[in-house]
């Protein structure tokens, strides 16, 4: 047998109370109190928590039955069954609007009382069920969408939905950030692995939200290097522009935290600007990812930089040159006698916006 | 104006039948029949699709009314509402079972009736509409499932599920295998970009599927690099052995599709083994990665290798020199390390503990 039901029944008319009661009791039900006024009802209800509410429609009160009987809905969650004498259309309009679990037309006999009780008691658990799993559906839908969003950008999300791949894209133009670590191996080789786990985590964070701010994508973190792209897979015009404001906050970021911090920091960073391809490559562990010449260049420009500092290469200075101060810092040897320009970005030539 | 709702009377009882007929239709119904035999029952709810069928339990044909109830519900995913001159506890048991959606005992009012059908039809919607809901949700958890081993390493799940977190965790010894492509620059300037990431996807495709295998762990791939770990979560004494095993196959994969294909990738690999910490950095875009020497070693391994060839560590070599013959290549100086040296895998002096397990 299942637990007792608890009622509460809210009827002005005692003699009918104490008889609606007695009938409840009759078929098994546990009658919690009996209310004489919407207010009471609401109080009872609020206190017991009962299962379900029989409510008559009109009650000793300027508040109405219905009125009572949405509040009890709506607020505490509590089915109400409404007891009516009236065969009123416009009564029974307005209390249908308020979604009741069922109505007993008085007089009535105790199998109809039955019914109706056991009735609404059914809806009432079905559409809390119901509710209950959309709620899980709408929760899981979101961590879907946040599992997608931390593999991809959100214009390949976009892709995945709309054709469910994703196809390889050239760029012709888009700028690549690479960041490392100066004596990384030799920082991390006198940290406990949780502290140097925690360090990068701050860091990368931080870094992360950088990179958000600043509306370009980040690509992956490689151990203790950081991996940026602007200009994809959204085409812009800045995104050299961009990547280095992002880089130079990302500096400024560290410089700051050093000073407060056990372990200080100093990191490259190379920017270079040119043709990328883009697209996600395995079955397992896959991410977006970029080929071509120009990740190596960005890669080179990194290795060669200068710790604290933002370098670029002529391909990215060309770029922004009207937005930054640089100086030129020597020509780098790519490969096969191949040279490229490296620039080192000292300051901006406008204000930050704040 | 809301369509009527259909039903099939199942009544050996003529009269009875006709008399309900009369009824339903007075109270908004459409009979689409009336049968008397269970048999006829289950075509009609075929060729019919009623929304409700009214069934007597007491039926003339083979078929009693409970087990013509049965078969509908198995097959048609109807509703069914039981009518009953019987009262005796056992029957009505039985026609619990079946879960129908009501039952109605004989002789009936109009209203009992009209609530019983109503009753149903809700009962049956609702219900429907709560099974396809959580249909929908076990999809999608099942998905976002797949979506998270993508990510993380199904240990690190676990963990991120038990504990909400995942702990850095330091590994005393682990190896690691990185590959890249000779002349990747010059193959990337070549190829149309969409045959380039169609290839690489190809290849790495089949490598995953590989590393599967072998039960190691897939860290990530950087461009043309690709990147695995061995003994982590499990440790494993045999982890050095099983990824230049994995190595050699990935090395014969290629070997095997460059024979039909334009382009001809020449794979070099490096393998170290060592301490490594590994966990988990960063908001966005989260992996599972290692950190630590060995896995720099591993990298510059990879660098000093040669298309076609495994190129391994001194710490590696010291764990597998009974497993395998090597071929001594001289050393190697690290930064801050001083110097390793270096081994060309040549052939196995063992069996590949996989094959052994497929045999």
């Given at each position: 047998m299942d637990q007792e039901t608890r009622i509460i029944v809210a009827e002005d008319e005692s003699i009918i109370a104490i008889d609606i009661a007695k009938t409840l009791e009759n078929l098994g039900y546990n009658v919690l109190g009996t209310a004489r006024t919407g207010k009471d009802s609401i109080n009872l209800a609020r206190i017991f928590?009962?299962?379900?509410?029989?409510?008559?429609?009109?009650?000793?009160?300027?508040?109405?039955?219905?009125?009572?009987?949405?509040i009890i809905m709506n607020e505490l969650n509590i089915p109400v069954v409404y007891l009516t004498a009236l065969a009123d259309d416009e009564t029974i309009q307005n209390a249908k609007i308020t979604e009741p679990f069922g109505f007993v037309i008085k007089p009535f006999d105790e199998?109809?009382?039955?019914?109706?009780?056991?009735?609404?008691?059914?809806?009432?658990?079905?559409?809390?069920?119901?509710?209950?799993?959309?709620?899980?559906?709408?929760?899981?839908?979101?961590?879907a969408n946040r599992l997608l969003h931390n593999i991809f950008p959100s214009e390949i999300v976009k892709e995945?939905?709309?054709?469910?791949?994703?196809?390889?894209?050239?760029?012709?133009m888009a700028s690549l950030l690479f960041t490392d670590f100066q004596r990384f191996t030799e920082i991390s080789s006198c940290m406990h692995p949780q502290e140097l786990i925690t360090e990068l985590n701050d860091i990368f964070k931080n870094f992360d939200s950088i990179i958000e701010k600043h509306k370009i994508e980040k690509l992956k973190t490689i151990g203790d290097s950081y991996m940026v792209a602007g200009g994809l897979p959204e085409e812009t015009n800045d995104h050299a522009f961009k990547v280095v404001n992002a880089a130079i906050e990302m500096q400024d970021y560290l410089q700051n935290r050093n000073i407060n911090s056990k372990y200080k920091w100093e990191m490259r960073a190379g920017i270079h600007s040119g043709c990328i391809v883009a697209g996600v490559v395995g079955k397992n562990k896959f991410t977006y990812d970029v080929w071509g010449d120009t990740v190596n260049i960005a890669n080179i420009m990194e290795?060669?930089?200068?710790?604290?500092?933002?370098?670029?290469?002529?391909?990215?200075?060309?770029?922004?040159?009207?937005?930054?101060?640089?100086?030129?810092?020597?020509?780098?040897n790519i490969s096969n006698?191949?040279?490229?320009?490296?620039?080192?970005?000292?300051?901006?030539?406008?204000?930050e916006k704040k | 104006m809301k369509r009527k709702n259909k039903i099939l009377i199942v009544e050996d009882e003529y009269i009875i039948a006709i008399d309900l007929k009369k009824i339903l239709v007075k109270l908004g119904y459409e009979v689409t029949s009336f049968v008397g035999k269970g048999e006829e029952a289950l075509i009609k709810a075929e060729q019919e699709k009623p929304d409700l069928i009214l069934m007597d339990i007491?039926?003339?044909?083979?078929?009693?009314?409970?087990?013509?109830?049965?078969?509908?519900?198995?097959?048609?995913?109807?509703?069914?509402?039981?009518?009953?001159?019987?009262?005796?506890?056992?029957?009505?048991?039985?026609?619990?079972?079946?879960?129908?959606g009501g039952y109605l005992l004989k002789p009936f009012e109009e209203k009992a009736l009209h609530s019983a059908i109503e009753l149903a039809l809700y009962k049956f919607i609702v219900e429907k509409q709560l099974?396809?809901?959580?249909?929908?949700?076990?999809?999608?958890?099942?998905?976002?499932?797949?979506?998270?081993?993508?990510?993380?390493?199904?240990?690190?799940?676990?963990?991120?599920?038990?504990?909400?977190?995942?702990?850095?965790r330091h590994y005393d010894s682990i190896s690691i295998l990185f590959t890249d492509f000779e002349g990747f620059s010059q193959i990337t300037n070549q190829l149309p970009p969409a045959v380039l990431v169609d290839e690489l996807n190809e290849i790495f495709s089949a490598f995953d599927t590989i590393i599967e295998r072998y039960e190691l762990e897939k860290l990530k791939s950087i461009g043309d690099t690709y990147m695995i770990c061995s003994g982590l979560f499990e440790e494993q004494d045999n982890h050095a052995v099983r990824i230049i095993f994995a190595a050699m196959e990935m090395l014969n994969y290629l070997e095997v599709k460059n024979k039909s294909s334009k382009v001809k990738w020449k794979l070099k690999a490096?393998?170290?083994?060592?301490?490594?910490?590994?966990?988990?950095?960063?908001?966005?875009?989260?992996?599972?990665?290692?950190?630590?020497?060995?896995?720099?070693?591993?990298?510059?391994?990879?660098?000093?290798?040669?298309?076609?060839?495994?190129?391994?560590?001194?710490?590696?070599?010291?764990?597998?020199?009974?497993?395998?013959?090597?071929?001594?290549?001289?050393?190697?100086?690290?930064?801050?390390?001083?110097?390793?040296?270096?081994?060309?895998?040549?052939?196995?002096?063992?069996?590949?503990?996989?094959?052994?397990?497929?045999?």
């Open positions: 928590k009962p299962d379900l509410v029989l409510m008559d429609i009109i009650l000793d009160d300027k508040m109405s039955g219905i009125e009572a009987a949405e199998r109809t009382l039955h019914s109706a009780i056991e009735m609404a008691l059914y809806k009432y658990k079905i559409n809390q069920q119901l509710k209950e799993r959309t709620k899980e559906l709408e929760e899981e839908k979101i961590r995945i939905k709309a054709t469910g791949k994703i196809k390889p894209k050239e760029f012709p290795r060669n930089g200068i710790p604290g500092r933002v370098v670029v290469s002529a391909a990215s200075y060309n770029l922004i040159r009207d937005c930054f101060d640089c100086s030129h810092l020597g020509n780098i006698n191949r040279e490229i320009a490296m620039y080192l970005i000292d300051k901006r030539k406008y204000e | 007491m039926l003339h044909g083979k078929l009693n009314g409970i087990q013509t109830a049965e078969l509908i519900k198995q097959k048609f995913e109807i509703p069914v509402v039981y009518l009953t001159a019987l009262i005796d506890e056992e029957t009505l048991q039985k026609a619990k079972i079946t879960e129908p099974k396809e809901k959580t249909r929908e949700l076990e999809e999608e958890k099942t998905n976002n499932d797949k979506l998270l081993h993508h990510i993380l390493p199904a240990d690190v799940i676990y963990e991120l599920k038990m504990n909400g977190m995942v702990d850095p490096g393998i170290n083994s060592g301490p490594v910490v590994a966990g988990v950095v960063g908001t966005n875009k989260f992996t599972y990665d290692v950190w630590g020497d060995a896995v720099n070693i591993a990298s510059r391994m990879e660098n000093s290798s040669k298309g076609g060839e495994i190129n391994i560590s001194g710490s590696t070599f010291a764990l597998v020199k009974d497993s395998f013959y090597c071929e001594y290549r001289g050393k190697l100086s690290v930064k801050g390390k001083g110097e390793t040296e270096m081994y060309f895998v040549k052939e196995a002096k063992v069996k590949n503990p996989v094959e052994i397990l497929d045999d």
